[in-house]
């Protein structure tokens, strides 16, 4: 039976919209930034809806059991939210938490990898995972003790990541390193939500669609100009890495750019066809920072720069959902984009002031 | 208490500017005044005076004040109060000094911070090893026993430590047991070999190695535990090793923010300084020698009467005793009540009482409720830091006067967790509700309908009268008069419910045909219409805007036909409102008499089970909802009679001033 839209988000998009309000008025980023050290920046936690991050700091003293204690604050909301919803729209949050499963699972592969193959103890780092079922049933414990690629495989053995897991060999690994599993999780990862935004009614369906897509041009334009450009990736690793949906990956100039020779490629062509702004403003990156700065380091500038310019169309995108049909999907997506923005501030900002750095610095990385 | 708002006093003063610091402390220290920009009462005059920056920007001295803040809570230090403020103590903020104390401490604070994430870390490994030998998951972990050649056993020890393994000596202090996980394997073998390792066949020795690793590995394990802990009191310990410092610079940059927001109204010629704020009447004296004290009498005061300043400018102070806070509080959320207008607190709470009973009369329940109110506060005070949940210290200040108002109407209506244990002294409700009374002063539900009617219409004219007084007090004759909730509108609504009474008394078939009701009706309504002609009339006369005759009849007519509409449909509704206060209280009724039916049928302690959850069903939802229900009817039906809402809160600065408060 069709639900009806108001009596299915009525309730949630109301609750939720007052929790974007208050995080619209709280100043808790700004106070963590203006925080002279860790011990204050705590403190502005102690008052707020991370108080668990402050009351983990106490007792351990340890940045990474706040990172694991806003990890499981994050899973809460996903799966608080879901429990609000029902049918399809549930089902599809919940494969939201999907993608911090995919990124615990990376995690946990990155522990592993730097245990067995690269032989550095893994020591007391796997208690800093998230342990607890997400989506699948995933035996982590098995997982971080797996003493080879065989066994990880088996561990995964009735997920939907064996599959994945089981097109790589320990040797494959151990000379091209995680980037391309880890990327093919990724890309399972967006390949299971398209499918399940498949399942969701026509108006919802566009909305998540859009949000997706503009992550997925994200992604494939980083892509290009990290891999497929600076790093001179291999066409044919290169376009098996590319996401297949968005209009990056459907415009005629990336074809073009991937079937180049490495040497040929040039990506500002392909982001002036796509993002003239955004072309001008990395060219002039090159041009006030050249021989100034390590090309490696211009690199980074530029990257940053994408990702600062996709994710200001990324919040375009969630603004509008806001202000548009209050009865749809969009304003859980809006929510979870508001979350894991101050989320990873939070995590950025407590990392920058325990290692020492100013105010400015952090400010200059997030912006 | 006042029964109105306190009358309040514009104060402005002119003092030297040398002595304007000790002015500024005695002020503080009284805490009385409501500070009122010049620029605010009379522009032209600020063309001759000028404002001075603060030597300190309040911003640097409030991050300064959070940084201590910060210290003092990472020690598990209650924030110091406004008890510890004294102007005596104020000084300059040394705030190089204080910088450097804080950033002292910082270092040693997170010195030791990563000594507790050491032993975290520890704590962590053995926490892993731990859970695998309780959840049998061996196969995860290395166990050996063997005897090392050469090497010494404690370097080999401290080289498994760094896999976060333990090496545990026998007792014939030959042979080893080494736990490691199995996972490190590939560098622990070699790591072994390194020390000549060889393994032991003896059975026994195996046998015996894991309860001998267990062991140590819950040692071991206490130990960091133990250590982590340590540290963290190490850590509070040398907070408050520095605390009365810290409360010490805690204050002095308290004070100087409260005299920088007291000096950010003042403003300067060559040598005076002017300020300006209102004060409660009954104050002034104290202001005024506290000022002529501090400035040694070199000062010029003068006094403004509130009458001669706009009412919607004069600050609103409401003096309630502490009893009545919580309805004092249910007031101030809705609003704050008009200069020299009636201070409604005592009547919300004999109205918020009297609805709650009538919905929710329960001797039993009402004990219950005022058991939880005070369990409630009893919490509180325990933990005086302890932030408001759901059930906050309000709601633990409120309840007790539910309880008790609900166990009044229990005893009126003979019920005691719905049994009627003794007569009611007024009415069986649950008798009522259930069809079973024949005679007394209410026999249906019909009769309780009628009660909450009469109830509402009490609660609508109290709400009329108060708004006549408060009309007379602003002499606002014509509001008085002819308007909806003038007198107009009381004999309006008198006359409404009039013919009601006779109409509903003749069986619902005639209303009544007393001469008097078409003229009453007409000059009423004739009154009502001339009111925006009036208006116009005496607002031209006092200097007000001229309009077109077709302006003003146009709005005569509009005004004329909402204020119809609002008195016939907006009286009609108000009272019939209140039918849901006899609603909420047959609901009540219904609900246990469906509980006492669903325990007789069940019997034994399947019964007792019923009445007990039934009876914590009906205090949760009914408690509830007889909580909001009152609380609407006093919004909506008492308070739109009388309560403009339109008053300026009166907001002083002094030591107790909120950091919220703060402007």
């Known amino acids: 039976m069709k639900q009806n839209p108001t009596s299915l988000y009525g309730f949630i998009n109301a609750k939720l919209r007052a929790r974007i309000g208050l995080m619209r008025e709280s100043h808790i980023i700004e106070d963590l930034l203006k925080a002279k050290g860790v011990v204050e920046a705590v403190a502005v936690l102690r008052d707020s809806a991370h108080s668990s991050v402050a009351t983990a700091y106490d007792r351990t003293g340890d940045i990474q059991q706040m990172e694991l204690a806003l990890l499981y604050n994050e899973v809460e909301m996903y799966q608080e939210v879901a429990k609000y919803l029902e049918g399809k729209p549930a089902d599809f949050v919940l494969n939201l938490l999907g993608k911090v499963e995919v990124d615990n699972l990376k995690n946990t592969i990155r522990l592993w990898y730097g245990s067995i193959i690269r032989r550095r103890p893994m020591r007391f780092r796997s208690e800093y995972l998230f342990k607890g079922k997400l989506l699948n049933d995933i035996d982590w414990t098995a997982l971080v003790n797996a003493i080879s690629w065989d066994e990880v495989c088996k561990a995964l053995a009735n997920t939907p990541y064996s599959e994945v897991v089981n097109a790589f060999t320990e040797q494959q690994l151990d000379t091209e390193g995680l980037f391309v599993l880890e990327n093919k999780l990724d890309l399972q990862w967006y ?75 040039d990506p500002f062509v392909v982001i002036e066809k796509l993002y003239p702004g955004l072309n001008e403003a990395i060219r002039q990156i090159s041009e006030d920072k050249q021989g100034s700065v390590r090309q490696d380091e211009l690199m980074a500038l530029q990257n940053l720069r994408i990702e600062a310019y996709l994710h200001e169309r990324r919040k375009s995108v969630y603004r509008k959902m806001l202000a548009s049909d209050p009865f749809t999907i969009g304003v859980s997506l809006a929510y979870f984009f508001l979350y894991k923005e101050e989320d990873t501030m939070i995590k950025a900002i407590l990392n920058g002031k325990y290692y020492g750095y100013e105010e400015d610095y952090i400010r200059g990385v997030l912006a | 208490m006042n029964l109105f708002t306190r009358p309040m006093r514009l104060l402005t003063a002119v003092v030297l500017e040398q002595m304007s610091d000790a002015v500024v402390k005695s002020l503080l220290e009284l805490g009385v005044m409501d500070f009122v920009h010049l620029n605010k009462l009379d522009p032209k005059q600020m063309e001759k005076l000028s404002s001075r920056p603060s030597s300190i920007s309040r911003i640097v001295l409030e991050d300064m004040r959070h940084r201590v803040e910060a210290v003092l809570r990472q020690g598990q230090i209650s924030l110091p ?44 490994g053995f926490d892993e090893m731990h859970r695998y030998i309780d959840e049998d998951k061996g196969e995860y972990l290395d166990l050996r026993v063997g005897e090392i050649e050469h090497g010494k056993a404690e370097d080999l020890s401290g080289r498994l430590a760094s896999f976060g393994g333990i090496l545990e000596p026998f007792s014939d202090g030959k042979k080893f047991i080494s736990l490691t996980l199995r996972r490190d394997g590939s560098q622990v073998t070699p790591l072994l070999d390194k020390f000549g390792w060889i393994e032991s066949s003896d059975v026994q020795a195996q046998k015996k190695a894991i309860s001998l690793i267990t062991h140590r590995l819950d040692e071991e394990h206490r130990k960091a535990g133990v250590q982590r802990g340590e540290i963290e009191a190490e850590i509070n310990a040398l907070v408050k090793k520095e605390s009365p410092a810290l409360i010490s610079i805690w204050g002095n940059l308290r ?13 300067y010629t060559r040598n005076t300084t002017l300020f300006s704020g209102w004060v409660p009447s009954d104050q002034t004296d104290e202001v005024t020698r506290a000022i002529f004290t501090s400035s040694e009498g070199q000062c010029v005061i003068e006094w403004t009467e509130a009458t001669q ?66 369990l409630i506060q009893l919490s509180y005070k325990k933990n005086p830091l302890k932030e408001d949940g759901l059930l906050s210290r309000n709601i633990g200040k409120l309840l007790p006067y539910l309880g008790l108002s609900s166990m009044l109407f229990g005893v009126l209506y003979g019920s005691y967790f719905g049994f009627p244990l003794f007569p009611a002294l007024w009415f069986n409700l649950d008798a009522v509700v259930a069809g079973d009374v024949t005679s007394g002063p209410v026999k249906d539900v019909y009769g309780i309908l ?46 409404g419910l009039y013919m009601g009474f006779v109409f509903v008394g003749s069986g619902y078939k005639t209303f009544p045909s007393d001469s008097w009701i078409p003229v009453v009706l007409i000059v009423t309504i004739l009154l009502l219409f001339l009111r925006g002609f009036i208006a116009y009339h005496l607002s031209v006369r006092k200097g007000g805007q001229r309009h077109s005759l077709g302006t003003v009849t146009l709005d005569a007519v509009m005004e004329w036909v909402v204020d119809l509409l609002e008195i016939f449909g907006g009286y009609l509704s108000n009272t ?54 009152a609380l609407r009817l006093n919004y909506y039906e008492f308070f739109s009679r009388y309560f403009t809402g339109k008053g300026v809160a009166y907001e002083p600065v002094g030591l107790k001033t909120s950091f919220a408060a703060q402007k």
Not at chain 1, 222 to 244: C, E, Q, T
Not at chain 2, 473 to 479: A, G, M, V
Not at chain 2, 584 to 592: D, K, S, T
């Open chain 2, 255 to 267: 004070l100087n923010e409260l005299s920088d927001q007291i000096r950010s109204y003042f403003s």
């Open chain 2, 450 to 495: 009628g009660i909450t009617i009469k109830f509402g219409i009490i609660v609508i004219y109290t709400g009329l009268v108060l708004n006549w007084i408060n009309l007379f007090r602003k002499k606002s004759w014509l509001k008085m008069i002819i308007d909806k909730n003038g007198i107009v509108g009381g004999v309006l609504f008198a006359t």
């Open chain 2, 576 to 629: 019939l409102s209140f039918m849901r206060v006899a609603g909420l209280g047959i609901a009540h009724a219904a609900l246990m008499g469906s509980f006492h039916e669903l325990s007789s049928l069940s019997g034994g302690v399947g019964a007792i089970a019923i009445l007990i959850l039934g009876n914590a069903l009906v205090i949760v939802l009914e408690g509830l909802s007889s909580g909001i229900q």
């Open chain 2, 81 to 124: 109060s406004a008890d510890v403020l004294d102007v005596k103590n104020m000084e300059k903020p040394d705030l190089d000094s204080y910088g450097a104390l804080m950033d002292s401490l910082g270092k040693k604070l997170l010195l030791l911070k990563d000594r507790q994430k050491e032993s975290n870390q520890l704590v962590l």
């Open chain 1, 191 to 265: 390949e299971q939500m398209m499918a399940s935004t498949e399942k969701l009614s026509e108006l919802d369906k566009n909305v998540a669609q859009s949000v997706f897509m503009v992550d997925i041009d994200l992604k494939n334009l980083l892509m290009m100009v990290r891999y497929g450009w600076y790093h001179k990736m291999d066409k044919a690793i290169l376009s098996n890495l590319l996401m297949p949906w968005g209009k990056v990956y459907k415009n005629k100039s990336v074809r073009e750019f991937v079937n180049k020779s490495a040497k040929e490629r």
């Open chain 2, 309 to 374: 300043m706009p009412r919607e400018e004069v600050p609103v102070a409401i003096t309630s005793p502490k009893f009545l806070e919580p309805f004092q509080k249910i007031v101030n959320n809705y609003s704050t009540p008009e200069y020299g207008t009636i201070n409604p607190t005592i009547f919300v709470m004999i109205a918020y009482l009297t609805m709650f009973g009538l919905m929710f009369g329960d001797v039993g329940q009402g004990f219950v409720l005022l058991l939880v109110g005070l």
